[in-house]
């Protein structure tokens, strides 16, 4: 049972337009969300994070929402830039103590065209 | 700095045989992960060490064993390799910044 599920494998976006990632939940005791990005042949590399008492995280060009009554987070990219294509992989945990124990979604592979 | 170092970066095995995936890592961090990752599975975490001296399984142990042999390497064991092994390993280390990935190994079981 995928308790962490992101439903497009992938997506593609034309460069300066905006990136939008999907990722849901099932487990209720999930209180931390992370995002991390993979190029390959490397190891994901962590990208922002949200706890479940915000909706909103913003980083530069990167935002994380949280809808926790939907059991939904998404991921948006503006303005998207040939480099952010990668695979992106959503993760959870059911607090930010557990430190590294997370349940990764499936992955979403982006590209952004020149 | 280097980070968190894996090695082999590449291994190809037949069934059966046993092998030791090995990680170290330089940042000082208490708590160590292995994790793999499978095509439409993401990545899954095996074992994990939260100090040196313990280890506990993660969400698929079966066929591993660990060892947190000192505060900076933490290695992961295949007595039996199947299969079902094939996959990306990846060794990890948490700090405060969170979760630090190392490269990864490539393992193909024949």
């Known amino acids: 049972d995928q308790q962490v599920k992101q439903n497009s494998p992938s997506l593609s976006v034309q460069e300066g337009r905006i990136s939008i990632l999907n990722c849901d939940y099932t487990?209720?005791?999930?209180?931390?969300f992370l995002w991390y990005k993979k190029y390959p042949a490397e190891g994901p590399t962590f990208l922002i994070s949200?706890?479940?008492?915000?909706d909103k995280n913003e980083d530069g060009r990167f935002t994380v929402f949280l809808n926790k009554s939907a059991k939904h987070l998404s991921l948006h990219i503006v303005p998207s830039q040939p480099g952010d294509s990668a695979v992106y992989f959503c993760a959870a945990s059911a607090s930010y103590n557990q430190g590294g124990k997370l349940i990764f979604g499936q992955g979403t592979e982006l590209s952004v065209k020149p | 700095n280097a980070g968190v170092t894996q090695t082999p970066k590449f291994q190809v095995l037949k069934t059966g045989q046993s092998m030791t995936l090995q990680c170290a890592q330089d940042m000082n961090h208490n708590s160590m992960y292995w994790y793999r990752q499978d095509p439409g599975m993401g990545l899954r975490l095996i074992y994990y060490?939260?100090?040196?001296?313990?280890?506990d399984k993660g969400e698929v142990p079966n066929g591993y064993n660990v060892s947190r042999l000192n505060k900076r390497e933490f290695s992961l064991r295949l007595e039996s390799a199947a299969p079902s092994q094939t996959s990306v390993y990846f060794c990890?280390?948490?700090?405060?910044?969170?979760?630090?990935f190392g490269p990864g190994t490539r393992l193909t079981v024949l």
């Open positions: 487990n209720s005791m999930f209180d931390y």
């Open positions: 990890a280390s948490s700090g405060l910044a969170g979760l630090v």
């Open positions: 060490s939260a100090s040196e001296g313990t280890t």
């Open positions: 949200i706890s479940s008492i915000k």
